[in-house]
């Protein structure tokens, strides 16, 4: 069974450059949450959707980031613009309705922005 | 989420057994410890989880003290690839079907020694 699929697994970027993450979670997994690593950090969430809809956006910094998951699969996060703080690593990750602490995580994306 | 307490760095000597302590005396009675690792430069991996009984899989031994405020992780036989920083998680109570986001603290640095 294949796990959670990230890209670009890097990508550096210029400050004020826009930037976008795709995810695609396990395969009839409804939740799909993205979550932020700060170098030296545990992973903080960042926002979860189950199936399209967006349940919690808390934490989401809804100036410059925007995330979508249309038809309740795939999903995007997006940055615009990028600023240097925003350096850090992007992990996407999946669960089914009835085990929802039980999340499988992508491999992440390393965003550095110069 | 209940707040748990982990030490921030463990060694341990290669084929001997691993234990990783938390403590999480503050959980309530029906919440969980949820254990997860993250291998330099993955996504964090699920790895076990229990409420009150000692719990064991392919991956590690979980075993839950009586009065349920603390809890070791057990790897039986360490190998080099069990390098990796291990979070004890208790994750929060949800409702709705919902549930929230994993809070991750610093977890265990745990280095196994050839």
Redesign the interface.
């Known amino acids: 069974e294949a796990g959670v699929v990230q890209s670009p697994r890097y990508k550096i970027i210029e400050k004020k450059q826009p930037v976008a993450f795709w995810c695609n979670p396990i395969s009839g997994h409804n939740t799909l949450y993205w979550y932020l690593q700060n170098l030296g950090q545990g992973p903080e969430l960042l926002i979860r959707y189950e199936n399209e809809e967006a349940v919690d956006d808390s934490q989401l910094p809804k100036d410059r980031f925007s995330a979508e998951r249309l038809k309740g699969v795939d999903s995007t996060l997006k940055i615009q613009p990028a600023e240097l703080g925003d350096s850090a690593v992007y992990l996407c990750a999946s669960s089914s309705h009835g085990t929802p602490d039980t999340q499988y995580f992508g491999p992440g994306t390393r965003l550095t922005v110069l | 989420d209940a707040k748990t307490t982990q030490p921030t760095s463990m060694d341990c000597a290669e084929g001997r057994a691993a234990n990783l302590p938390c403590n999480h005396s503050t959980i309530s009675g029906n919440e969980?410890v949820?254990w997860y690792r993250q291998i330099h430069?993955?996504?964090?991996?699920?790895i076990i989880?229990g409420l009150k009984n000692n719990e064991t899989n392919e991956m590690a031994s979980l075993i839950i003290t009586e009065d349920r405020k603390s809890s070791t992780l057990i790897l039986p036989h360490a190998t080099l690839r069990d390098t990796a920083?291990y979070?004890c998680?208790v994750?929060g109570l949800?409702s709705g079907?919902?549930?929230?986001?994993?809070?991750?603290?610093?977890?265990t640095h745990l280095i196994i020694q050839p």
């Open positions: 969980y949820y430069s993955q996504g964090p991996q699920y989880h920083v979070y998680i994750p949800y079907g919902g549930a929230d986001g994993l809070t991750f603290g610093k977890g």
